[in-house]
């Protein structure tokens, strides 16, 4: 499955899951392994993990206080990976992968509501505004990731002002706005939960 992890590439025909869609090995073309059970929910985890870039360390975390707010659990765990600050400069356009986002946010380029923010697993509430740093709007990455992003749309639940580098989170995200990637997040509750 393309989870879109190189950013700019996986939109062009140099995508590895357009080139090779296959397991390796002599007979990978006509091998069809059966996956049931818990390999399916191991498969979910993995692929939400690989997704959002986490190690399996800070998923369980952020799998634990899911589980402990109010709500369904699999949708706020969701919602939780969605309002981190990493994916949301990544979703505003500032970084062309997750990757990126990261360094940028690691490297002190952003700030919330004022303040330099330099922990990508920060989670953002609804009313934050997240802006490039006055020092880092001239930064040439930005602006490149800010040109070639330019063409995507933004998520509803985020007003995105591109021309002065900020953006404003309006609501907690919804399960229905989480469409770029099919997660089922029951899977990985039931596996969580054994």
Same mark, same amino acid.
């Given at each position: ?19 090779? $869609? ?64 990493? $994916? ?38 609804? $009313? ?67």
């Amino acid at each position: 499955m393309k989870l879109f992890l190189k950013g700019e590439r996986c939109f062009t025909p140099k995508c590895a899951i357009e080139k090779r $869609n296959f397991p390796p090995g002599q007979h990978g073309k006509s091998r069809k392994p059966k996956i049931v059970g818990y390999g399916l929910q191991l498969r979910e985890k993995q692929r939400a993990k690989r997704y959002y870039g986490l190690p399996e360390t800070q998923f369980r975390n952020l799998f634990e206080k899911a589980a402990q707010a109010k709500g369904v659990t699999g949708e706020n765990m969701l919602s939780m990976l969605e309002r981190r600050l990493d $994916n949301i400069v990544h979703r505003i356009g500032f970084g062309t992968s997750r990757n990126m986002a990261r360094q940028i946010v690691r490297h002190g380029h952003i700030q919330v509501n004022g303040r330099k923010v330099d922990i990508p697993s920060y989670i953002v509430r609804p $009313n934050d505004v997240i802006e490039v740093r006055e020092g880092s709007k001239q930064h040439p990455g930005l602006l490149a990731a800010r040109d070639a992003t330019a063409a995507f749309p933004s998520p509803n639940w985020l007003e995105v002002d591109r021309e002065n580098l900020r953006a404003r989170v309006l609501a907690n995200p919804k399960r229905a706005d989480l469409v770029q990637i099919k997660l089922e997040e029951q899977l990985i509750v039931e596996l969580y939960s054994k």
